[in-house]
T-cell receptor
Framework: AQTVTQSQPEMSVQEAETVTLSCTYDTSESNYYLFWYKQPPSRQMILVIRQEAYKQQNATENRFSVNFQKAAKSFSLKISDSQLGDTAMYFCAFMKRMYSGGGADGLTFGKGTHLIIQP | ETGVTQSPTHLIKTRGQQVTLRCSSQSGHNTVSWYQQALGQGPQFIFQYYREEENGRGNFPPRFSGLQFPNYSSELNVNALELDDSALYLC?????????FGPGTRLLVL
């Protein structure tokens, strides 16, 4: 079974600052995906960024980038030029890569980090 | 892109009752998963359906069951409701490893 740990229950930064959210995971799988999801107060879970474990290059999406350290099983999210609209719960999640005929475990989520962007 | 929709948005039931939650998947997505999110927690995987067959289940008892229809819409059924079933229930449709979530159904069991 996989576990995902987010050690920062809450973080608060000023608008326009850069913030890094931490995530570590534990798995015996070699092929998997890692995700960061954002859940604002409206509660809709929104995909922020996705990383495939076999890719060494860190994923980036505009102001969002990750630092994926496979050997250390670490997957942190960096938000540059933070904006008020970035205020939300952020969840790190793991999913093993599915193969034809294989069973699914779904996404394994961490407990989340509540990120507050101050004006 | 139509997105994932869920109904109802809120629901109140009493202990022992049965409930059905519904999900309409993103067009073209043949896999649907259901998650339970208790207050202040991350979502927990309930089960997944692929081409109308359950192909994965988390640590949830058999009173949590589901269906997926040919149009890829889905239902989550919970029998014999317990107080601890009070949570946000999220549906996610996926294709090629990326999940798109619906807005959820908030269930309160009294």
């Amino acid at each position: 079974a996989q576990t995902v740990t987010q050690s920062q229950p809450e973080m608060s930064v000023q608008e326009a600052e850069t913030v890094t959210l931490s995530c570590t995971y534990d798995t015996s799988e070699s092929n998997y995906y890692l995700f960061w999801y954002k859940q604002p107060p409206s509660r809709q879970m929104i995909l922020v960024i996705r990383q495939e474990a076999y890719k060494q290059q860190n994923a980036t999406e505009n102001r969002f980038s990750v630092n994926f350290q496979k050997a250390a099983k670490s997957f942190s999210l960096k938000i540059s030029d933070s904006q008020l609209g970035d205020t939300a719960m952020y969840f790190c999640a793991f999913m093993k890569r599915m193969y034809s005929g294989g069973g699914a475990d779904g996404l394994t989520f961490g407990k989340g980090t509540h990120l507050i962007i101050q004006p | 892109e139509t997105g994932v929709t869920q109904s109802p948005t809120h629901l109140i039931k009493t202990r022992g009752q049965q409930v059905t939650l519904r999900c309409s998947s993103q067009s073209g997505h043949n896999t649907v998963s259901w998650y339970q999110q208790a207050l202040g927690q991350g979502p927990q995987f309930i089960f997944q359906y692929y081409r109308e067959e359950e192909n994965g289940r988390g640590n949830f008892p058999p009173r949590f069951s589901g269906l997926q229809f040919p149009n890829y819409s889905s239902e989550l059924n919970v029998n014999a409701l317990e107080l601890d079933d009070s949570a946000l229930y999220l549906c996610a449709s996926s294709f090629s490893g990326a999940s798109l979530f619906g807005p959820g159904t908030r269930l309160l069991v009294l």
